[in-house]
């Protein structure tokens, strides 16, 4: 099951806002023991504390709860948007993204898939807020993200953007050094 949650937090003249709004959306396929290091070296290398979710998100927003705060790391900045990896309790791989650098104004997002799935497809996300708005997806490792074609950026080599008001591309395939990986655009977010 992939799983998909946003926070958004606004600031107002006198009060602070807060609205949670929680989607999940069922995909094929069931999880397997393999763990996320098997897909995503990244995970086996030791947590630093840069990759370590901002306090703000990881005490006590939904985001926070979804992943194991031992298992995230840090995957780059670009644009509006800081992105980390992590594991859920179920062992799925997790992409997160925070848009704001403060309590007070951000918005969050988490999309987990369980590792049977990930290698294929990987996991995509959108987070839309007042702060901005963000396309990311995580790759397996052995994915050569920059034959992914027009319209995506490499932040790193299991991170790849795409401009989240763009119309979906046809979705692209290409070898990688595990098979065939298959990335499907994510329909626009609306602005919030």
């Not at 107002?12 to 929680?22: H, P, W």
């Not at 992914?148 to 401009?163: A, K, R």
Request: with cysteine; charged share 15%; aromatic share 4%.
């Amino acid at each position: 099951m992939r799983k998909s949650f946003s926070l958004v937090a606004a600031v107002g003249v006198a009060a602070t806002a807060i609205g949670l709004s929680l989607v999940a959306a069922a995909q094929a396929g069931t999880a397997t023991s393999a763990g996320a290091a098997e897909h995503m070296s990244l995970m086996s290398q030791k947590q630093t504390a840069a990759d370590h979710l901002p306090e703000f998100i990881s005490a006590g927003t939904e985001v926070g709860e979804l992943v194991a705060p031992a298992t995230t790391r840090r995957l780059g900045s670009s644009g509006a948007g800081t992105y980390w990896s992590g594991t859920d309790a179920n062992g799925e791989l997790c992409l997160i993204t925070v848009i704001g650098d403060t309590a007070a104004d951000f918005v969050a997002g988490a999309s987990c898939a369980p590792p049977s799935d990930f290698p294929a497809k990987g996991v995509g996300l959108q987070v839309a807020g007042p702060p901005g708005a963000s396309e990311a997806y995580l790759l397996p490792d052995g994915v050569p993200a920059a034959q992914l074609g027009e319209g995506y950026t490499v932040v790193s080599p299991n991170l790849v953007l795409s401009d989240p008001a763009a119309e979906p591309s046809e979705p692209r395939s290409v070898t990688g050094t595990r098979g065939t990986f298959t990335l499907s655009d994510l329909t626009p977010t609306p602005a919030q």
